[in-house]
C-alpha cells in the first residue's frame, strides 16, 4: 500500500518539527473506539475531536472542540460547568461538517488552528505520553506527543467525560 497523500494536519506537524506517526484505517469507519479495536490500540488513547456550540446568547461565541478518548462519552454538563455557561449542545454532523469544514470522523483540532475554536482536551490525556487524533481526513489518525498537540492547539484541559455507556441497562 503506498504512503497516504500528506494532510493538512501533517504539513502542519512537519513544518513545526513535531515527530508523528500515521495510522492508516478504511476510510468508512468512523467510530474511534473500532477503529482502535481494528488496529489494536487502547481505545482509551484514540481521541474524538466533537464539535459543540457556543453557548447560547453569548456574543461572539466560539464553537468548541473537544477532544475525548474513544472509550468515553461527553458530558456536556461538565463542560458546560468548565466554561461557566448555563447549557451547551452538540453540534450535528450536518452543523459539524459546516462549522468545520472538515468531515465528521476527519475533524482535527490541527486543521482548524486560527479559525477561531476554543479547543479542550479531556483529563483522560494526562494519564499519556502520546495519544491518536484524526490527521483531519476520514481513514487516516496521527499519533502525537500529548505535549506538542498542547503546545500546537493551545487546548486547555477540561473534565469533559464520562465512561461510555455499553447498552442503556449498563
Known amino acids: 500500500m503506498s504512503a497516504p497523500a500528506k494532510t493538512v494536519v501533517m504539513k502542519l506537524l512537519e513544518g513545526k518539527k513535531v515527530m508523528y506517526e500515521v495510522?492508516?484505517?478504511?476510510?468508512?469507519?468512523?467510530d474511534a473506539a473500532e477503529i482502535a479495536a481494528?488496529?489494536?490500540?487502547?481505545?482509551?488513547?484514540v481521541f474524538k475531536t466533537l464539535v459543540v456550540q457556543p453557548p447560547e446568547g453569548a456574543a461572539k461565541a466560539?464553537?468548541?472542540?473537544?477532544?475525548?478518548?474513544?472509550?468515553?462519552?461527553?458530558?456536556?454538563?461538565?463542560?458546560?460547568?468548565a466554561i461557566g455557561a448555563?447549557?451547551?449542545?452538540?453540534?450535528?454532523?450536518?452543523e459539524a461538517e459546516a462549522l468545520t469544514g472538515l468531515q465528521v470522523g476527519g475533524i482535527s483540532p490541527l486543521a482548524l488552528l486560527n479559525k477561531g475554536f476554543a479547543i479542550y482536551l479531556d483529563e483522560a490525556a494526562r494519564?499519556?505520553?502520546?495519544?491518536?487524533?484524526?490527521?483531519?481526513q476520514r481513514g487516516l489518525n496521527v499519533r502525537l506527543a500529548v505535549s506538542d498537540l498542547l503546545r500546537l492547539t493551545a487546548a486547555r484541559w477540561v473534565d469533559a467525560s464520562t465512561p461510555a455507556r455499553l447498552s442503556p441497562l449498563a
Not at 468548541?64 to 458546560?80: E, G, H, S
Not at 448555563?86 to 450536518?94: S, V
Not at 494519564?127 to 483531519?136: D, E, F, L, P
Request: charged content about 20%; overall charge positive.
Open 23 to 30: 495510522l492508516v484505517y478504511p476510510s468508512n469507519l468512523r
Open 38 to 45: 481494528l488496529k489494536g490500540i487502547p481505545a482509551a488513547q
Open 62 to 81: 466560539k464553537p468548541l472542540l473537544v477532544m475525548i478518548p474513544a472509550d468515553r462519552q461527553l458530558d456536556l454538563k461538565k463542560v458546560a460547568q
Open 86 to 94: 448555563k447549557k451547551l449542545k452538540m453540534a450535528t454532523h450536518a
Open 127 to 136: 494519564q499519556y505520553s502520546h495519544i491518536y487524533i484524526s490527521a483531519a
